[in-house]
Nanobody
Framework: QVQLVESGGGLVQAGGSLRLSCAAS????????MGWYRQAPGTPRELVAA??????TNYADSVKGRFTISRDAKNTVYLQMNSLKPEDTAVYYC?????????????WGQGTQVTVSS
């Protein structure tokens, strides 16, 4: 069974930084794709950043130059968020596509709240 555990959210002033983490555990042969999404109250979930293995990384226009998605060798995916703005306030979710004995499947983290004060 694969589990994703997110951490790193919190309250920060505008202009500050946060780093979100998404640790994947369980049987993982490979990570095929990773992404971060966010959802503010009353709005649909939107893509923030996404990357496929060996492919390009895409960012929402609103976060380009401020956010960076990355991954380490221990199956943890990160979202470094700099120059945060109040409009970045949302619940952030990671999504990872993993290949294991069950084939290729998508998994979601539980979400972590990011609040940016003005």
């Amino acid at each position: 069974q694969v589990q994703l555990v997110e951490s790193g959210g919190g309250l920060v002033q505008a202009g500050g930084s946060l780093r979100l983490s998404c640790a994947a555990s369980g049987t993982i042969f490979s990570i095929n794709a990773m992404g971060w999404y966010r959802q503010a109250p009353g709005t649909p979930r939107e893509l923030v950043a996404a990357s496929t293995s060996g492919g390009p990384t895409n960012y929402a226009d609103s976060v380009k130059g401020r956010f960076t998605i990355s991954r380490d060798a221990k199956n943890t995916v990160y979202l470094q968020m700099n120059s945060l703005k109040p409009e970045d306030t949302a619940v952030y979710y990671c999504k990872i596509t993993i290949t294991n004995w069950r084939g290729r499947n998508e998994y979601w983290g539980q979400g972590t709240q990011v609040t940016v004060s003005s």
